[in-house]
């Protein structure tokens, strides 16, 4: 049976430039189970009102987190070969580093800095009718606003914010390091978490000091071409 992956449209030379849309899809590739691509504008649509989520069967699914769980859980799929306890605990940690707060960041300089905003503006809400175009892209930013506030970064200056940014990414290079992938030779699931913020943070059309931040780092440049090249070697991403 093809698993059905719902995410957003690609862009931005990424696969997707949802790091979320894109993790999901490099832990059903890490699966080996067949399936398909489906694409949706509106959030809202998807069960829990954001996006990725499969639907495999009778299950639909949600969540990265839980889409890798239920992948585990009924196809016996390991996403972390070879790793010690210990290195599964750096692993989950250095995931939530990277999930919880420097995903934050990244959601600031594209939705709140006014140097990322017009461009972020025009790819998600430009091929709106007239008629709403301008209302939704200030709904939508608005509870952006909300959403930074009550995580907390919002609370913060400018500067401060994209200081954590550029603390995450540093400790990101450098477990790194000159390793293949983050644990070695062979990529683990916290590939398919480090490599979309990577990617993404990366992008050259949405610049600023988060971008400034991860090109400081050399070691992200090859790293990203080698997960490209394993998981996106099709021309586009």
């Not at 890490?30 to 069960?47: L, N």
């Not at 070695?184 to 916290?190: A, M, R, V």
Request: glycine share 8%.
């Amino acid at each position: 049976m093809t698993i059905t992956l719902v995410q957003f449209q690609s862009g931005f030379g990424v696969p997707n430039p949802s790091p979320f849309c894109m993790k999901a899809e490099i832990l059903l590739k890490m699966s080996g189970q067949d399936y398909e691509s489906t694409i949706i504008a509106d959030p809202g649509k998807a069960p829990k009102g954001k996006l990725p989520y499969i639907v495999d069967g009778s299950d639909t699914v949600a969540d990265t987190a839980l889409i890798r769980r239920h992948l585990e859980q009924k196809y016996g799929c390991d996403f972390d070969p070879g790793l010690s306890v210990a290195d599964k605990a750096v692993s989950h940690a250095l995931a939530r580093m990277t999930e919880e707060r420097f995903y934050w960041t990244m959601v600031y300089s594209r939705w709140i800095d006014e140097t990322n905003w017009p461009v972020i503006n025009k790819f998600w809400f430009g091929a709106m009718p007239p008629v709403i175009r301008n209302l939704i892209p200030i709904i939508a930013r608005r509870q952006v606003k909300a959403n930074l506030k009550a995580h907390g970064i919002g609370r913060h200056d400018v500067q401060d914010i994209y200081g954590f940014g550029a603390d995450d990414l540093a400790a990101l290079s450098a477990y790194l390091n000159d390793k293949q992938f983050m644990f070695g030779d062979i990529p683990t699931s916290l590939d398919a978490t480090a490599y979309p913020m990577i990617a993404n943070a990366l992008v050259e059309e949405l610049p600023g000091p988060l971008l400034d931040a991860a090109k400081a780092h050399a070691n992200f440049q090859p790293y990203i071409a080698r997960c490209q090249q394993l998981w996106f070697p099709e021309p586009g991403g």
